[in-house]
């Protein structure tokens, strides 16, 4: 590529070189069902792509066909959420229309490619260029009235597909690569779930004693203080959440309450040792552990199995219920309503397998020697994902100087 300093691109305002449209107003009415078509939302558009896995639809008179019509090469461009994130339109669905989260740039011919539109908005999105202290009030928003009078450089129609080649490379590289990484997680989580099913599947597990969870050791739930009483937070205990709750060991919480709250509201402080069970949460929450490292608190969605170190290790039963996880929440799929619940019940009746305490100790022992190998390629991967986030930002800053 012929390299061209930014400062010698002629620059011109987005309204001189695109059309600018708005997309229609939602409204009850336009829902009547009389001319139904599908139509885009902030949703649907993501960085270079679009997810249409979910489309909405909603009436287009004749007459808005025109104004609010999907082209092949319209930029597609959010107002709000992420401003500014954009993607190009190829005809994916004939015909589609999009509503007035968006915004529709339609490039004009021979004066500005829509990818190289595009990615110039990605630049503007990775260096806070929509998003800046006098650009938002509450929300971040990219109005109208602003991308109309943004103001970008505009290289020949050559140099701007030239970018556009290297950019989409470079991009699909960094998408390849995150992919990989993202398969390296995976195969790790899969590795530490197979390290623990290994101990708790053995032939030797057979003989093992049996005990219902409830005849093992005490067993609690938390609860939430009313949150409009400010006296109730920001103390010095912790209190624990299920979105905490990663099958570690928990040191600190996002939240502390006071002991006003434990007083008054008869919350009760765990031990360290004690083992929480998320019962309920949001995705994969339900049914994950935590174990205290500090005395704590929980909400109400946290089920906690107090220590008995003269029965079990807190630790060991840490890793069967780690074991048990898609077990239990197969379990429950279907209970509570929409939302699959654990409870207290369930919980209890649950028949542990015990093994004598040094053999207890072993298992832990052993399994957490390996796990530990699969927490160091965890971190490493992660490193690798941050790096690789990281790339579509520098890709862009190199384009747009005139260094790719």
Request: hydrophobic content about 40%; some cysteine.
């Amino acid at each position: 590529m012929t390299k061209v300093a930014v400062g010698d691109w002629p620059s011109a305002t987005l309204e001189q070189i695109c059309d600018i449209q708005l997309g229609k107003m939602l409204s009850p009415k336009s829902r009547i069902g009389l001319r139904p078509r599908p139509y885009l939302r902030n949703a649907n558009v993501l960085w270079n792509r679009f997810d249409l896995s979910s489309m909405l639809e909603m009436d287009f008179a004749e007459e808005e066909e025109e104004k609010f019509g999907l082209r092949d090469g319209d930029v597609l461009v959010c107002e709000g959420g992420e401003p500014g994130r954009a993607a190009v339109w190829v005809n994916q669905i004939a015909p589609c229309f999009y509503q007035k989260a968006l915004l529709r740039l339609r490039p004009h011919d021979r004066v500005v490619d829509p990818y190289f539109m595009m990615f110039r908005l990605w630049l503007g999105a990775t260096t806070g260029e929509f998003t800046s202290d006098h650009a938002k009030t509450t929300i971040a928003h990219l109005p109208e009235v602003r991308l109309r009078a943004l103001r970008i450089g505009v290289p020949s129609m050559a140099v701007q597909k030239q970018i556009v080649r290297l950019l989409t490379d470079g991009m699909a590289q960094a998408d390849r690569a995150r992919a990989a990484a993202e398969e390296q997680i995976s195969l790790a989580s899969c590795l530490a779930q197979a390290l623990i099913s290994e101990q708790f599947e053995s032939a030797a597990v057979k003989g093992w004693p049996r005990r219902r969870l409830g005849s093992l050791a005490e067993t609690c739930s938390g609860l939430t203080p009313n949150r409009g009483r400010p006296d109730y937070f920001g103390g010095q205990i912790p209190w624990v959440k299920t979105g905490e709750l990663l099958d570690g060991t928990i040191f600190n919480t996002d939240e502390f309450v006071t002991e006003v709250a434990v007083r008054e509201c008869g919350l009760r402080v765990l031990p360290p040792g004690t083992l929480l069970v998320a019962m309920y949460g949001q995705g994969k929450t339900r049914g994950r552990t935590g174990l205290l490292g500090c005395a704590a608190t929980t909400n109400q969605a946290c089920f906690a199995v107090l220590p008995n170190p003269v029965e079990f290790d807190s630790a060991f039963l840490q890793l069967w219920f780690r074991h048990k996880y898609q077990e239990l929440r197969d379990l429950t799929e279907g209970r509570g309503g929409s939302q699959p619940n654990l409870n207290g019940e369930i919980l209890r009746t649950l028949e542990v397998p015990l093994p004598a305490l040094p053999e207890q100790l072993r298992v832990v022992r052993d399994t957490e020697a390996g796990l530990g190998h699969v927490v160091t390629v965890r971190r490493v991967v992660k490193e690798q994902m941050d790096s690789i986030a990281a790339l579509p930002a520098a890709l862009l800053r190199q384009a747009f100087r005139g260094e790719l």
